[in-house]
């Protein structure tokens, strides 16, 4: 329940602080436009980086270290209907300020590009061990902030975070309840 609590506090805060930032900066928010091209092209991107990821943590036992002990933190006290909050709440607030707000206030660019996945690296920063965990979110914020600029479209890289973060969560809980003891 205190994981729950917490990203409900922390989506809040984003929320809150792009909110604050719309008002005070005239870029405005990236478009967020419903359509079937969109909707795919995000779901692919999602699926694309939860494939990614699994590579990669096949391949980087550093990586693999810090996300398991990333994912033990955030998924271990979850129980299966809480994993749809995990997908909604980050992908929703997260993107809105990294990929929404951010991104067109310092501009659809490469700079733009990296000062938000940059950002959003260093949000997923729990410890100082955590740094391989670091780079991969960074990495991945790329990726989103690259479909959001080619796209023009916010559903995009909303869909590839909820996409990544609910299939992701799944598997890893599926895996942790079905391990031998």
Same mark, same amino acid.
């Given at each position: ?28 928010? #990236? %478009? ?6 969109? &909707?795919?092209?995000?779901? !692919?991107?999602?699926? @694309? +980086?939860?494939?990614? =990821? ?48 951010? #991104? %067109? ?6 700079? &733009?590009?990296?000062?938000? !996945?940059?950002?959003? @690296? +260093?949000?997923?920063? =729990? ?55």
């Amino acid at each position: 329940m205190q994981v729950l609590a917490a990203m409900g506090v922390t989506a809040i805060v984003l929320l809150v602080i792009a909110r604050v930032w719309l008002y005070f900066d005239p870029a405005g928010l #990236l %478009p967020f436009t419903v359509s079937i091209q969109a &909707g795919l092209i995000g779901v !692919a991107m999602g699926l @694309g +980086i939860t494939l990614a =990821s699994a590579a990669v943590y096949q391949l980087w036992p550093a990586y693999r270290k810090s996300a398991d002990s990333y994912l033990v933190m955030v998924l271990r006290p979850l129980h299966w209907p809480d994993l749809i909050w995990l997908g909604l709440l980050p992908g929703l607030s997260e993107e809105l300020l990294f990929r929404g707000v951010m #991104l %067109p206030a310092i501009g659809l660019n490469s700079l &733009g590009i990296v000062v938000s !996945a940059a950002s959003f @690296g +260093i949000l997923h920063l =729990s410890s100082p061990q955590q740094w391989p965990y670091v780079i991969w979110a960074t990495t991945i914020g790329l990726v989103l902030a690259t479909g959001a600029v080619v796209t023009g479209n916010l559903l995009v890289p909303v869909l590839a975070h909820v996409v990544t973060n609910l299939v992701s969560s799944l598997v890893w809980k599926f895996r942790q309840t079905t391990a031998p003891s």
